[in-house]
């Protein structure tokens, strides 16, 4: 019984000596993260929405930003985490701002070692503005080429799938889209010469598959599908011109002797002038441009309509229209290139804004200047200033340029502006209209 006793006893103080060790609290080695702020990084922002902001962040390799937080006067107010989409690092925050108020975006590291990396940037504004309508006529599904037609009324497209060209027609009035042939020769090029006929390039003809580099330049009326046979071009070369005013700039076959000629199309299809320039501008649709110069169909030659300087081109000239555009380039001490935008009425600069550097600027391919203001899309690059992509309007009368629609799609676009003021986007992932509000 003694014995029991004494066993029981050093049971107790085991048990009581293990309680004892659960509950005293481990030494601690933590210690909080240092913080560092880093003065300048390369980034970009577009604006989707009044709630909506995409962040794009470059070189993430020397700054592995994993966090996005937004603060207003040193309160957290949300944060998202870093995305990858298409091998692109990017944070998408949807929050319900206020117009005008003065927040904080701060991108973050996790720690590496004793530290945490930011990059703030203060004072960040989200006015959003939006001045058009965007309606989606078609979706892409892999579009091979396209052209308008003269009277602007129809677009006319060819596109890829299970191995065949479909060549399709899009009202752009009411939008109804119609499908002309769904095993098309050759989708590759495709001009519009009227609302029932189009120009498009084969490797066959008669029967036969055409060797070399040559391809068969064939007229096809889209109703009837009767086909003529104009003339023969390059199969290599990618550079034929929209069809202006009844001339086309198609280039010759490697073999010719000079590299590309410009024929007038009607009843009979004449050679009117021949040429070793290259177009420039195979998605420009006001003229025909070789080298930096213009095809002047009334005297069959390359010319300038006006002056302009040595290190400038023509972006837009219409001789019937008020005004024309050019791009002016200078590279600056460290030899970087930058541009200017110049306004020419009757042979004379009438506006042109700062030169400025790390930008794209694509005109609408059918300008329509209205009330003395011309629409244009302004596209940067990242850096640590932020500048926003979108649709931008000159205005003549003030001498100023305004941000009128952000926009950050980010790919080639081909913007027709038709007189109404409506705006037909050829766009990597399909086919919009754009009504004003």
């Known amino acids: 019984m003694k014995y029991s006793i004494q066993i029981m006893c050093l049971t107790l103080l085991i048990c009581s000596a293990c309680q004892k060790q659960v509950l005293d609290p481990p030494i601690s080695n933590y210690r909080p993260p240092t913080i560092k702020e880093i003065s300048r990084l390369d980034i970009k922002i577009d604006l989707l929405s009044d709630t909506q902001l995409q962040l794009f962040i470059f070189n993430n390799f020397y700054f592995p930003a994993q966090k996005l937080r937004l603060e207003f006067q040193n309160q957290a107010l949300d944060s998202v985490l870093l995305e990858q989409v298409n091998g692109i690092d990017q944070f998408m925050l949807d929050f319900p701002f206020e117009r005008g108020k003065p927040y904080d975006l701060v991108l973050e590291t996790n720690r590496i070692q004793d530290t945490i990396f930011q990059y703030r940037i203060e004072n960040y504004q989200h006015n959003y503005i939006s001045s058009f309508h965007y309606e989606k006529l078609v979706s892409n599904n892999h579009r091979t080429d396209f052209d308008i037609s003269p009277t602007r009324k129809t677009l006319f497209f060819s596109e890829y799938a299970n191995n065949l060209f479909i060549l399709k027609k899009l009202d752009l009035q009411s939008g109804q889209l119609s499908i002309l042939d769904e095993n098309f020769e050759n989708g590759n090029m495709i001009r519009s010469l009227s609302e029932e006929s189009i120009i498009y390039g084969s490797r066959f003809w008669e029967g036969r598959h055409l060797q070399d580099d040559s391809l068969a330049i064939i007229l096809l009326n889209v109703i009837t599908k009767q086909k003529k046979l104009l003339d023969f071009g390059s199969y290599i070369s990618n550079r034929y011109s929209r069809i202006v005013d009844g001339y086309f700039q198609i280039p010759n076959p490697s073999k010719a002797e000079k590299k590309n000629k410009i024929l007038k199309l009607g009843e009979e299809v004449s050679v009117v002038l021949e040429s070793n320039f290259h177009t420039t501008h195979t998605h420009f649709f006001d ?151």
């Open 287 to 437: 003229q025909i441009y070789l080298g930096n110069k213009i095809f002047d169909g009334e005297k069959n030659e390359l010319s300038l309509p006006f002056e302009i300087p040595e290190n400038a081109s023509i972006f837009y000239y219409r001789k019937e229209e008020p005004y024309s555009l050019v791009e002016v380039y200078e590279f600056d001490d460290d030899h970087i290139p930058k541009s200017k935008i110049q306004v020419v009425s009757k042979e004379k600069v009438i506006f042109e804004d700062a030169l400025q550097d790390d930008r794209l600027i694509t005109f609408p391919k059918i300008l329509q200047a209205q009330n003395d203001k011309i629409l244009f899309f302004q596209e940067f690059v990242e850096g640590p200033e932020i500048l926003f992509n979108g649709y931008y309007e000159i205005d003549l009368n003030k001498k100023s340029i305004e941000l009128i629609q952000h926009d950050g799609q980010n790919y080639l676009k081909h913007d027709f502006q038709l007189i109404n003021g409506t705006i037909i986007s050829v766009r990597q992932d399909g086919i919009y209209r754009l009504t004003r509000k």
